[in-house]
């Protein structure tokens, strides 16, 4: 009888392992699915608001661009969406290395994409967009300057978005390059 008794317990305690194992397995499989999914999403959001942000350089501007000039644009807002960093690539993105741009004409159209790019991250720098990417921090920076008059409730220290709504994945309304809060408009 002793000898089943710690058959059993020793039964027990191999399996119960084996499952806290298997469980922690999944779990970690969950949530690199599910974080590849939010990655996944967030990139077609950027892209989203980047052809948005363009839509609206391409109604307030009547100078022609180029099909490189607007990609650029839409790569570098997206990525600095993504990523905060303003500098743009070393060389221009695989599509532009093919022996079809090794011209005088491909050499033009890199460059455009270059500088459509710049302007792209400029453009999201000014819209102050990133905040809504990144979220509201849990305190303000040594570096961020103090704000000199109190905040009159809880709404007006947020600054509202003048380029995006709050609709989950919403298309650029307006481009402002100033964030205002509730009620100085």
């Known amino acids: 009888m002793k000898g089943i008794v710690k ?6 305690c191999l399996f119960a392992s084996g499952c806290a194992l298997v469980s922690d397995g999944v779990h970690a499989v969950g949530t690199d699915v599910a974080d590849s999914v939010n990655d996944i999403l967030e990139q077609v959001r950027n892209r989203k608001w980047a052809r948005g942000a363009w839509d609206v350089i391409l109604s307030t501007d009547p100078h022609q661009y180029s099909k490189d000039y607007a990609r650029g644009f839409k790569d570098g807002f ?3 969406l993504g990523d905060g960093q303003g500098e743009p690539p070393a060389v221009a993105p695989a599509r532009y290395r093919s022996i079809f741009f090794q011209t005088p004409q491909g050499y033009h159209a890199i460059e455009d994409w ?3 790019y710049n302007r792209g991250v400029a453009v999201a720098i000014n819209t102050g967009c990133r905040r809504w990417v990144t979220g509201p921090l849990a305190a303000p920076l ?3 300057p ?6 009159s409730g809880p709404e007006s220290s947020s600054p509202r978005p003048g380029l995006f709504p709050r609709a989950r994945f919403g298309k650029p309304q307006a481009l402002d390059s100033d964030v205002t809060t509730p009620g100085t408009r």
């Open 146 to 151: 103090m704000q000199s008059t109190p905040a």
């Open 142 to 144: 040594p570096s961020a």
């Open 114 to 116: 270059f500088a459509g």
């Open 78 to 80: 997206a990525a600095f």
């Open 7 to 12: 058959i059993s317990i020793l039964s027990l």
